[in-house]
């Protein structure tokens, strides 16, 4: 089979499943499932964990990962609720409260940024591998949270918060359009600009990124920088539907994140992934999800089956050839003491 | 098994494979005797590859009959083969790299004796044993990944041969060895072969192939086109089987006396991979630098892009100070580099043709906000795949399904596309057909003539001859000797060795 064809097949393949899944929980719980009011709460739902899946997709492409997105996500939320809280009250309104949401959101995405510049200083110029080096600096995002809050929910923000998680935009959710915007950029970054194509390449071969005088430290720590900033969104918004902000909101949400990433074809040795397979993996996790709520599957048999999930996805995809680097090792990451760090 | 008095060790008569309907080996027999060397000659794509498959059991055939020592075999698995004898060492050994030598050898000979506990000592002896038939010395307890090649493919013989091996096919065996590696190589075969063991020696290097072997079988295009005894072949009658047209060696016309310096390597050290490195390199001059494994030729070539960091010295280019250990202070300067290891180092392998070529070119085709000319980017690709004749059905289908020698212009063309001053070419030819290699050739001598400067690093010494106007012999880190291009193989040789 050629290659295109292999892999217009992997997005032909989830659109499908996003309609088995969609159909079948229709039929399932007709008149629950397609009620106008489920199919609403779905679009204000999967937002939150799709602009997650987002971020993790970026770090996949280079062949890292980021489990600190939802570390990073709280930790953004709690310094803008502080702001909200603190500053602005709760009882401000109008032009003053929407500047403060501003500011506060302003104030999340720096913390994104910093978060995730940490992360890729830890894994571009130290030479950690990704998995180890954010699955600490995730701990250590929640632990700053847990030390500024006490481990209790912050509430208290002026009511224009909501908008940003409960708003709708020209009728649609306003999370919704964000998630759209978001993935529309993503996509627009990885197909059209060199940072994308470059992301890809290091991906598919770091070595030979170096070798083809690729700036590739300031790559990595830009990957880790943007999947923390997009984070950050996330966090807001979650922030704005709970209409609080707590240091362990939204724990399960890493492995839905890698979950999806991995359903939307991304290669998890790096170097392939589209966002339209993101997008449509969203969509079938939202579906599936959304109906186990309505057959009243508890929470803790979720997870048995999100994770049941992403070992049956990988294993299809290595049976197909597709996803996995067979008989040959992943190429050596570039040594640190080698790294030029003149790569602007 | 038991093998009739007269009959050869392996017989095939008109075997014959088609992929897809594509035809992978037409007809092809021939047949080899206990003892025996045989050279399988052919380039690239000729159908080697196809026929070690099929002799393993790794492929079935479609038709045509095979023969292990006069006993028809049908249905060949990978099992049924080993068991007979058949045993193939691939270009990468297939070795446990984290396991020691002595495991390495004696696991699989003590997995077929079907004990169920490993027995070390057993495994041990059984090692040092197949090590001394072989008159080799190698540390049994080191760990396979700390071995240097040649060492690596001296225990993947052991292996196969610790497991009663009646035919050892060698897949390239020659490819990652220097000079001196490959005539020990050749005398371990001589010593199998008076052990009775039988060699298939799968190669492109022509000179080795006419040393070692009593018969010679070439492929071209899945047919063999000429088998005879080794005596009966010459070099040149070789390439004209493989290739179908001959392949003129000339040495380059000699560079102008008033070549424009371009770039100037002085005093260049790095301890413990070279020393002391001074030389010039002018426009429109192909330098040659050679030297064995170990010389210190690749760590030299690697800190010219800035690879390696070397601790003192300087490069020029034009008279400006190039920053040390910083390839892309390197690439600016314009300095290419081509690398030895093509699949690991050179190339995005799941990735098309055009983004491999067009990742030289991002920074030339960018936008505002980082945005790319994408048209711009794949037309400009296009072009110099083009112009450097690469041969592909689509420039959008992977570059894994090129052939090797189509791969390393595809490397080429990205650095070519950024205009260098000069180009590193590690290895040019490294694992490309005699054909492909020819070309290559061209595109180096045409490079040279537009006034880029051009540093071959080979130890294919008519390589270096033929391409190069002077050739630096390196040797435990200290360039030790220089001569002209268009000396004789047999000088460059000797002081190589020296």
Same mark, same amino acid.
């Given at each position: 089979?050629?290659?295109?064809?292999?892999?217009?097949?992997?997005?032909?393949?989830?659109?499908?499943?996003?309609?088995?899944?969609?159909?079948?929980?229709?039929?399932?719980?007709?008149?629950?499932?397609?009620?106008?009011?489920?199919?609403?709460?779905?679009?204000?739902?999967?937002?939150?964990?799709?602009?997650?899946?987002?971020?993790?997709?970026?770090?996949?492409?280079?062949?890292?990962?980021?489990?600190?997105?939802?570390?990073?996500?709280?930790?953004?939320?709690?310094?803008?609720?502080?702001?909200?809280?603190?500053?602005?009250?709760?009882?401000?309104?109008?032009?003053?409260?929407?500047?403060?949401?501003?500011?506060?959101?302003?104030?999340?995405?720096?913390?994104?940024?910093?978060?995730?510049?940490?992360?890729?200083?830890?894994?571009?110029?130290?030479?950690?591998?990704?998995?180890?080096?954010?699955?600490?600096?995730?701990?250590?995002?929640?632990?700053?949270?847990?030390?500024?809050?006490?481990?209790?929910?912050?509430?208290?923000?002026?009511?224009?918060?909501?908008?940003?998680?409960?708003?709708?935009?020209?009728?649609?959710?306003?999370?919704?359009?964000?998630?759209?915007?978001?993935?529309?950029?993503?996509?627009?970054?990885?197909?059209?600009?060199?940072?994308?194509?470059?992301?890809?390449?290091?991906?598919?071969?770091?070595?030979?990124?170096?070798?083809?005088?690729?700036?590739?430290?300031?790559?990595?720590?830009?990957?880790?920088?943007?999947?923390?900033?997009?984070?950050?969104?996330?966090?807001?918004?979650?922030?704005?539907?709970?209409?609080?902000?707590?240091?362990?909101?939204?724990?399960?949400?890493?492995?839905?994140?890698?979950?999806?990433?991995?359903?939307?074809?991304?290669?998890?040795?790096?170097?392939?992934?589209?966002?339209?397979?993101?997008?449509?993996?969203?969509?079938?996790?939202?579906?599936?999800?959304?109906?186990?709520?309505?057959?009243?599957?508890?929470?803790?048999?979720?997870?048995?089956?999100?994770?049941?999930?992403?070992?049956?996805?990988?294993?299809?995809?290595?049976?197909?050839?597709?996803?996995?680097?067979?008989?040959?090792?992943?190429?050596?990451?570039?040594?640190?003491?080698?790294?030029?760090?003149?790569?602007? | 098994?038991?093998?009739?008095?007269?009959?050869?060790?392996?017989?095939?008569?008109?075997?014959?494979?088609?992929?897809?309907?594509?035809?992978?080996?037409?007809?092809?027999?021939?047949?080899?005797?206990?003892?025996?060397?045989?050279?399988?000659?052919?380039?690239?794509?000729?159908?080697?590859?196809?026929?070690?498959?099929?002799?393993?059991?790794?492929?079935?055939?479609?038709?045509?009959?095979?023969?292990?020592?006069?006993?028809?075999?049908?249905?060949?698995?990978?099992?049924?083969?080993?068991?007979?004898?058949?045993?193939?060492?691939?270009?990468?050994?297939?070795?446990?790299?984290?396991?020691?030598?002595?495991?390495?050898?004696?696991?699989?000979?003590?997995?077929?004796?079907?004990?169920?506990?490993?027995?070390?000592?057993?495994?041990?002896?059984?090692?040092?044993?197949?090590?001394?038939?072989?008159?080799?010395?190698?540390?049994?307890?080191?760990?396979?990944?700390?071995?240097?090649?040649?060492?690596?493919?001296?225990?993947?013989?052991?292996?196969?041969?610790?497991?009663?091996?009646?035919?050892?096919?060698?897949?390239?065996?020659?490819?990652?060895?220097?000079?001196?590696?490959?005539?020990?190589?050749?005398?371990?075969?001589?010593?199998?072969?008076?052990?009775?063991?039988?060699?298939?020696?799968?190669?492109?290097?022509?000179?080795?192939?006419?040393?070692?072997?009593?018969?010679?079988?070439?492929?071209?295009?899945?047919?063999?086109?000429?088998?005879?005894?080794?005596?009966?072949?010459?070099?040149?009658? #070789?390439?004209?089987?493989?290739?179908?047209?001959?392949?003129?060696?000339?040495?380059?016309?000699?560079?102008?006396?008033?070549?424009?310096?371009?770039?100037?390597?002085?005093?260049?050290?790095?301890?413990?991979?070279?020393?002391?490195?001074?030389?010039?390199?002018?426009?429109?001059?192909?330098?040659?630098?050679?030297?064995?494994?170990?010389?210190?030729?690749?760590?030299?070539?690697?800190?010219?892009?800035?690879?390696?960091?070397?601790?003192?010295?300087?490069?020029?280019?034009?008279?400006?100070?190039?920053?040390?250990?910083?390839?892309?202070?390197?690439?600016?300067?314009?300095?290419?580099?081509?690398?030895?290891?093509?699949?690991?180092?050179?190339?995005?392998?799941?990735?098309?043709? #055009?983004?491999?070529?067009?990742?030289?070119?991002?920074?030339?085709?960018?936008?505002?906000?980082?945005?790319?000319?994408?048209?711009?980017?794949?037309?400009?690709?296009?072009?110099?795949?083009?112009?450097?004749?690469?041969?592909?059905?689509?420039?959008?289908?992977?570059?894994?399904?090129?052939?090797?020698?189509?791969?390393?212009?595809?490397?080429?063309?990205?650095?070519?596309?950024?205009?260098?001053?000069?180009?590193?070419?590690?290895?040019?030819?490294?694992?490309?057909?005699?054909?492909?290699?020819?070309?290559?050739?061209?595109?180096?001598?045409?490079?040279?003539?537009?006034?880029?400067?051009?540093?071959?690093?080979?130890?294919?010494?008519?390589?270096?001859?033929?391409?190069?106007?002077?050739?630096?012999?390196?040797?435990?880190?200290?360039?030790?000797?220089?001569?002209?291009?268009?000396?004789?193989?047999?000088?460059?040789?000797?002081?190589?060795?020296?």
């Amino acid at each position: 089979m050629s290659i295109a064809a292999r892999f217009a097949g992997t997005e032909a393949r989830l659109a499908v499943i996003a309609v088995v899944v969609f159909v079948a929980m229709a039929l399932l719980s007709p008149d629950r499932f397609l009620s106008v009011q489920n199919l609403t709460s779905m679009a204000f739902q999967f937002p939150e964990f799709a602009i997650l899946a987002l971020a993790t997709t970026v770090a996949m492409l280079t062949g890292g990962i980021d489990l600190s997105v939802v570390g990073i996500a709280n930790l953004s939320a709690i310094i803008a609720a502080t702001i909200l809280i603190q500053i602005a009250g709760p009882a401000a309104v109008g032009p003053d409260a929407v500047l403060w949401l501003a500011a506060s959101m302003a104030a999340a995405l720096v913390v994104g940024a910093v978060a995730g510049l940490f992360n890729g200083i830890l894994i571009a110029v130290l030479g950690l591998p990704a998995i180890l080096a954010t699955l600490g600096s995730g701990l250590i995002f929640t632990g700053i949270a847990v030390a500024l809050t006490g481990g209790s929910a912050m509430m208290g923000f002026p009511a224009a918060t909501a908008w940003l998680g409960n708003g709708l935009l020209f009728g649609v959710p306003v999370p919704l359009v964000l998630f759209a915007v978001l993935a529309l950029g993503i996509g627009f970054l990885l197909t059209r600009t060199g940072f994308g194509l470059k992301i890809q390449m290091f991906g598919t071969n770091p070595l030979a990124a170096r070798f083809a005088a690729v700036n590739v430290t300031s790559v990595l720590i830009r990957v880790y920088v943007l999947s923390g900033m997009l984070a950050a969104i996330a966090g807001m918004v979650i922030m704005s539907r709970a209409n609080s902000a707590k240091a362990d909101y939204g724990s399960s949400y890493i492995l839905l994140a890698v979950l999806i990433a991995v359903l939307g074809g991304v290669n998890p040795y790096g170097g392939y992934g589209k966002i339209i397979g993101v997008v449509l993996a969203v969509l079938s996790m939202q579906f599936l999800s959304s109906g186990l709520n309505m057959l009243q599957v508890s929470n803790f048999a979720r997870e048995l089956i999100w994770g049941s999930l992403l070992i049956f996805v990988m294993i299809v995809n290595s049976k197909t050839g597709f996803g996995m680097r067979r008989g040959k090792p992943a190429p050596a990451r570039p040594r640190p003491e080698q790294s030029s760090g003149s790569g602007r | 098994m038991p093998a009739a008095a007269d009959a050869p060790l392996i017989a095939m008569r008109g075997v014959t494979k088609t992929y897809s309907g594509i035809t992978a080996l037409e007809d092809v027999g021939f047949s080899i005797a206990a003892g025996e060397a045989v050279s399988l000659a052919g380039e690239n794509g000729s159908g080697k590859s196809t026929l070690i498959k099929i002799l393993a059991g790794v492929e079935q055939r479609d038709s045509g009959e095979i023969s292990f020592g006069g006993q028809p075999q049908n249905g060949l698995t990978p099992r049924t083969a080993a068991a007979a004898g058949v045993k193939v060492i691939f270009q990468d050994f297939s070795l446990f790299p984290n396991l020691t030598v002595a495991e390495n050898i004696g696991f699989s000979a003590e997995l077929g004796a079907g004990h169920r506990l490993v027995n070390r000592g057993r495994v041990r002896a059984l090692a040092e044993a197949t090590l001394q038939r072989l008159g080799v010395q190698i540390d049994l307890d080191a760990r396979v990944e700390s071995l240097p090649v040649a060492h690596k493919q001296l225990v993947a013989i052991c292996r196969a041969l610790a497991t009663e091996a009646r035919l050892i096919i060698m897949d390239e065996p020659t490819t990652a060895l220097t000079g001196r590696e490959v005539a020990t190589l050749l005398g371990i075969i001589r010593r199998l072969k008076a052990d009775g063991v039988a060699v298939l020696f799968v190669s492109h290097k022509l000179a080795e192939v006419l040393e070692v072997c009593e018969h010679v079988v070439v492929l071209r295009n899945g047919r063999k086109v000429a088998e005879g005894p080794a005596a009966e072949f010459d070099q040149a009658k #070789l390439t004209r089987h493989m290739t179908g047209r001959d392949v003129a060696d000339a040495p380059p016309e000699a560079l102008p006396p008033d070549a424009p310096l371009l770039m100037a390597v002085r005093g260049l050290a790095k301890a413990g991979a070279f020393a002391a490195v001074d030389f010039d390199l002018h426009g429109g001059e192909v330098l040659g630098i050679s030297g064995l494994l170990g010389s210190g030729r690749t760590s030299l070539a690697k800190a010219l892009f800035g690879l390696v960091i070397p601790d003192t010295g300087s490069v020029r280019v034009d008279g400006r100070d190039v920053a040390l250990g910083d390839p892309l202070a390197a690439a600016h300067a314009g300095i290419g580099y081509v690398p030895e290891d093509r699949l690991t180092e050179g190339l995005f392998l799941t990735q098309s043709i #055009l983004r491999n070529v067009g990742i030289g070119r991002l920074e030339a085709h960018g936008r505002a906000a980082g945005v790319l000319d994408l048209a711009g980017l794949w037309a400009d690709a296009t072009d110099w795949l083009k112009r450097l004749a690469v041969k592909a059905p689509r420039v959008t289908a992977e570059v894994r399904s090129l052939s090797g020698g189509n791969q390393q212009r595809v490397v080429l063309a990205r650095w070519l596309s950024r205009s260098p001053r000069v180009l590193v070419l590690n290895g040019p030819s490294v694992g490309v057909d005699v054909g492909s290699k020819a070309e290559i050739h061209g595109i180096i001598r045409e490079l040279s003539a537009q006034g880029l400067g051009v540093i071959v690093i080979s130890d294919d010494l008519p390589e270096l001859l033929t391409t190069c106007h002077r050739i630096l012999v390196m040797k435990d880190g200290r360039i030790t000797d220089e001569l002209a291009g268009g000396t004789a193989e047999a000088d460059l040789a000797r002081r190589l060795a020296s």
